[in-house]
């Protein structure tokens, strides 16, 4: 059932009456608003919960800081000059970076078309300054954070423009991508658009020409990761799959990522991204055999082997499993020492890293049942139990592998067609 919900004007006179007509303490008026509405059923995940003081005085002034900022930009962007507008502009940035509440608030009073009349300003100014551009992309990118609803044509001949135009500037190229992947993320329609009128390129080549600038590496890389999910849930069927192979054929995905992983051998954060970027392009079987002719198979195991104790280790892991659906790799891994690693991984980790050495267990036996007793000789089945024992989300695909791997288990019946029938 779908909770009740409130503007953010009924709820800032709920926090005044509690100020004024019963006396508390503005902790304790928004504190008494937030149970009332709550008790009530009314969700307030998009509700602003701030105390008098950020509330209008009665003559219909802006109330909060991020609607004053708004106003601000609202009022000064015909008549003052850009740079003159730059603190205003990183103060509404700022704004929306504290909660998605603020940012919900800023577009129902008209925040994208403001934003997006800066960033078209910038970029038409005669004396157009990069640092410019970037302040008003960044802000564009912070309000589109969990609302790519906002995005449309306009706002995408904007984005597309500015990486295209200043392809040479890491700053802007990388607040442009930023809002490239919010307003792709969990909308279809974006995705299939922004593909549409040529975004790939732009995403690989970013990587590319800026292999020194890990944060842009790393922005670039979800970028592309995010093209490929299929999590709109408004939608039927996406294109993730179709994607995935545009961005391996087309736009030589592959060759781009891993040579960005070999860049950066001491930097966790973005050797995850790119391991899961990798493991989203790897949709078919000769993906696989490409990324392990790449060295992608190589950097797997070296970069395993050096982080096995940290996080990295898990989208090593996942990364490892998507390109072992191949039997030829499968091969490869083993012959490199890939389950003497796994082992150790899973001695040092029960949990997340475990859960994915065990899908890669199970991927490294599928159709080769001969690699079956080597892998139990090292001990897996009993961290496999371990494993199954301690985390409960483990349970399922632990003893998926212990049956892929020939060992016995115990399954639990679910449903047993007792005390009633599904009808009722």
Known sequence: MAKRRITQETFDAAVRENVEDLEMDPDEAVREAVEQFESQGVDLSCIVKAG??????????????????????????????????????????????????????????????????????????????????????????????????????????????????????PLVTRAAVSVVRNCCLKHEQNRQDLVKEGVLPLLTGAITRHTGRAELVKEASAALRVMTFDDDVRVTFGHAH?????????????????????????????????????????????????????????????????????????????????????DDVKDAVVAAGGVQLIVIVMNKHAHNPAKQACMLLRN?????????????????????????????????VGKAALRDLGCKVELRELWTGTHGSLSN
């Open 52 to 169: 008098p003081s950020e509330l209008s005085d009665g003559q219909g002034e802006p109330t909060h800081t991020i609607l004053k900022a708004l106003d601000s930009l609202r009022k000064g962007r015909e008549s003052v000059s850009l740079p003159e507008m730059a603190e205003e502009l990183k103060c509404f940035t700022e704004q929306c970076s504290l909660g998605f509440a603020q940012r919900y608030l800023a577009a129902q009073k008209d925040a994208y078309p403001i934003i997006l009349s800066y960033c078209k300003k910038s970029m038409e100014e005669e004396e157009e300054e990069e640092e410019g551009v970037a302040t008003t992309l960044s802000a564009f990118a912070a309000l589109t954070d969990g609302q790519p609803d906002l995005l449309e044509a306009e706002g995408r001949q904007i984005l597309l423009g500015a990486l295209k135009k200043y392809q040479g500037d």
């Open 364 to 396: 490294l036996v599928a159709h080769m049942q001969n690699y079956c007793q080597p892998i139990l000789d090292m001990g897996a089945e009993t961290l496999i139990g371990k494993a199954v024992q301690k985390h409960p989300d483990c349970a399922d």
């Open 242 to 326: 179709d994607h995935a192979k545009m961005i391996v054929l087309d736009h030589n995905g592959l060759k781009v990522l891993i040579e960005a992983a070999k860049v950066y051998h001491d930097n966790p954060p973005l050797l995850s991204e790119l391991c899961a970027a990798l493991s989203r392009l790897a949709v078919r079987n000769e993906f696989c055999q490409d990324i392990c002719d790449l060295g992608g198979l190589k950097l797997m195991m070296t970069l395993l082997a050096d982080n096995y104790e940290s996080d990295l280790s898990r989208q090593v892991l996942s990364a490892m499993r998507a390109i072992a659906g191949n």
